[in-house]
């Protein structure tokens, strides 16, 4: 089907509608107060971006509400615009322009050069810093000149309420007993996040969500960060609001994967390879129970955040996974995929805990291993174009790695090595579906090329249906991890290149696979339903 003429029922079709809830049986009253607060919140950050996005946005929103439209009220809403994202941006309703490239950011008329010439008049680097920044719009006076506006007096109007909808949460957690670990407290965040959106000053907030205590139950980020929708530069954030609350397994388990050190030192590879002293980088994981603003389809399932260089210089990075949207795509995505591409017999092996769990180990595992290559030069320097699908790569199949060696040492016990192995097979399907033009889909290829020729994976070629062969895959995924991190620490482009070429190129088999998942009809996606927003 030709993207212009996927039907309205097709493009909703295309992504399975997906509850997200989470367990709230562990809050207390006060905690229980807030949300709704933050989810009004939430809501106006809808506003605000849709406002950010595109000029005609809101008039449109209210003209598709008079005429009663559902389906495309609905598409509107999953895509917060009328034009389909993963689909080149095309517009799914009559009469709309094409996706402005700096969102409303800047005046439609303004071309780059005139932005680029108008920021060298302006006579302080202050000043240069302000037009450039992630915090303020550009606008044309009467006269036609630019000039810049900060966020708190352009988003005024929706802005304000939102932040005394915070200050009334935080009323609401600061009942809450003192916390029990070291940190910053929810409603202390809640309130330095308020008061800059009135402010237009981001830093002091962006270090108290870093500095976040494990203890808090819930876990919100809120503010202007992706720059996306600014597709002329970059530089302006887009609002968008995330109310979460803590997987408390999870963290659990994070803490058993706190020991870096541990997988770091049975890696296969030679020690001169090897790190002698990792630290962990901060991972939260979350239950997702409304997000606004920035957020559309394709759902996003983790994220590291600030973007802010001065923010990350003071206080470093975060990485937020999200477990129940991984759980809803799993479910909706994963698990038909699995039904089309593995072999009946291991379909028993397919686990939604494996899926979970090797995402937080690909997360973990991406500080093992050489970040520097032996002639002391950063990888990435190196690897150039294609140190993203082999870092990837790397963070897949030493995830897989890790995942046997803690499953053999007891760290892991809700799930089983062959859970592991056949899902990850499965999840491979997943993400070369996209292309192999993309990282993650190039870095999957490889895997499961390599995999396939050391036998540890097999296609039956009377079914077209892939396995795992128990007995090979421990020694095909240890030698995988060794070859990829070797090339790493060598840091040697050209066998980097023959690596890539000869690993990437999908096999008939693997198409075969991937053109009937196609046929099939299974969902790119998920979209939510938040229950809790339904509730008000
Ligand atoms: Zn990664």
Request: glycine residues 6%.
């Amino acid at each position: 089907m030709s993207v212009a003429t996927r039907s309205i029922p097709n493009r909703i079709a295309r992504f399975a509608a997906y509850e997200c809830t989470a367990d709230l049986s562990h809050l207390s009253t006060h905690e229980r107060a807030a949300i709704p607060k933050l989810v009004k919140a939430a809501k106006l950050f809808d506003q605000i971006y849709l406002r950010q996005a595109w000029s005609g946005n809101e008039a449109l929103q209210e003209k598709l509400k008079e005429k009663g439209d559902r389906d495309l009220c609905l598409l509107f809403d999953m895509y917060k615009g009328p034009w389909a994202s993963e689909d080149e941006n095309v517009p799914f309703i009559e009469g709309v322009p094409k996706r402005p490239e700096g969102g409303n950011f800047y005046p439609e008329d303004m071309k780059k050069e005139e932005f680029e010439e108008w920021v060298k008049t302006l006579s302080s680097p202050e000043e240069q810093r302000h037009a450039k920044g992630l915090y303020t719009t550009i606008r044309r006076n009467n006269d036609g000149i630019l000039g810049y506006v900060p966020y708190n007096q352009e988003y005024k109007d929706l802005l304000e309420p939102a932040a005394k909808l915070m200050h009334e949460a935080a009323d609401d957690l600061a009942q809450l007993a003192p916390l029990e670990e070291k940190g910053t407290n929810i409603q202390t965040f809640l309130r330095s996040r308020a008061d800059a959106l009135s402010s237009n000053d981001y830093l002091p907030s962006e270090l108290d969500w870093l500095s976040l205590s494990k203890s808090n139950k819930l876990e919100i980020t809120a503010g202007p960060y992706e720059v996306y929708t600014d597709a002329i530069f970059g530089y302006k954030s887009a609002y968008e609001f995330y109310v979460h609350v803590r997987d408390e397994a999870s963290s659990r388990l994070l803490e058993a994967f706190s020991d870096l050190q541990f997988v770091e030192d049975h890696l296969p590879i030679p020690d001169k390879y090897k790190n002698d002293k990792l630290i962990p980088a901060p991972i939260v994981v979350v239950n997702q129970l409304f997000s606004g603003g920035d957020v559309a389809v394709p759902m996003t399932a983790a994220y590291n955040l600030p973007n802010d260089e001065e923010a990350v210089k003071k206080g470093g990075s975060k990485l937020v996974l999200i477990k129940n949207v991984q759980e809803g795509k799993f479910k909706h995505v994963m698990a038909p995929i699995a039904e089309q591409v593995l072999a009946k017999d291991q379909l028993q092996y397919l686990s939604a805990d494996a899926f979970t769990t090797h995402i937080l180990l690909h997360e973990v595992c991406h500080s093992n291993g050489p970040h520097h290559t032996l002639g002391g030069d950063t990888v990435r320097s190196k690897l150039q174009e294609h140190h993203s699908a082999l870092e990837e790569a790397k963070a897949d199949i030493a995830a897989l790695f890790a995942a046997h060696l803690m499953v053999e040492k007891g760290k892991i016990e809700n799930v089983t090595s062959r859970q592991f192995w056949a899902t990850f097979l499965a999840a491979a399907f997943r993400s070369i579906r996209f292309g192999i033009q993309e990282a993650h889909g190039l870095g999957q290829a490889c895997q499961l090329n390599y995999l396939l020729e050391k036998g540890g994976a097999t296609c039956d070629p009377a079914t077209n249906l892939f396995s795992v062969d128990f007995d090979k895959i421990e020694q095909a995924v240890a030698d995988l991890t060794h070859d990829i991190m070797v090339l790493q620490g060598d840091g040697d482009k050209k066998a980097v290149d023959d690596f890539v070429e000869k690993y990437s190129k999908l096999g008939h088999e693997t198409k075969k696979a991937l053109d009937r998942i196609e046929e099939a009809g299974i969902p790119v996606d998920i979209r939510p339903i938040y229950p809790i927003a339904e509730e008000q």
